[in-house]
């Protein structure tokens, strides 16, 4: 029995090294694959920060910017040349309809181990803060990994609403309120008059009772004079 539980240990023990050697080798492979994949990332990387070389990086457009900035562009032009860029456009492609990027940067993913493509960045308007991205205009445009146009974005590109319609619906109101009131004034102008008509008409009631009242008394002195 001794001697049996022996050898099943032993073939516990001979497994479990097998499994850490296993396991080691497995670890050592997929490390040098993630480092011989972070190389090529990197390389990938550098070859495209040099052909974007000619740009400004996010530093040098951050330094050089003055607050508050605002493009030379309308809105309305920017909207019109970013509706024309597509999927699919190379770099020298999208540069002819919306001209050198404002900045560019070359990126690669989180773990380092693929790039991931090149970002143009075109500011259109900076109130305050360059990285207040939630006040921030631009227009926002993703190469993929072979340099054709992936995906774009306009950042708060919405037309703003124009405050004039508001501006002139407030005197329109005021207009009926100012014409109410001369018509209140002549409604009681009229009223008034009527009223002091009945008493100019008594007046004349009273003068015609006194004259037949002095007749009377003009008839009765000429009877003294034949005695």
Aim: glycine share 4%.
């Amino acid at each position: 029995m001794k001697r049996r539980g022996l050898v099943i240990l032993s073939v516990v023990v001979l497994l479990g090294a097998w499994l850490m050697v296993v396991g080691y080798e497995f670890l050592e492979k997929e490390n040098a694959r993630f480092q011989k994949n972070v190389k090529a990332a990197k390389e990938e990387q550098q070859r495209c920060a040099a052909r974007n070389s000619k740009y400004r990086n996010y530093d040098q457009f951050r330094t050089s910017i003055r607050i508050p900035y605002a493009s030379d562009l309308s809105l309305e032009r920017w909207m019109r040349q970013y509706d024309t860029v597509r999927a699919g456009m190379s770099e020298s492609e999208v540069e002819i309809i919306l001209g050198a990027p404002d900045y560019a940067r070359c990126d690669v993913s989180k773990q380092g181990d693929k790039f991931v493509g090149s970002t143009w960045m075109y500011a259109v308007a900076v109130p305050q803060d360059v990285r207040d991205d939630a006040q921030n205009s631009g227009i926002k445009i993703e190469f993929g990994p072979d340099g054709k146009l992936a995906d774009k974005n306009a950042m708060n590109m919405q037309p703003k609403a124009n405050p004039t319609p508001s501006a002139v619906a407030i005197p329109a109101p005021s207009v009926p309120l100012s014409a109410a009131t001369p018509q209140q004034h002549a409604t009681a102008s009229p009223t008034a008059t009527p009223q002091s008509m009945p008493s100019v008409s008594a007046t004349p009631a009273i003068t015609p009772s006194a004259t037949p009242v002095t007749a009377p008394s003009a008839t009765a002195t000429p009877s003294p004079t034949p005695q």
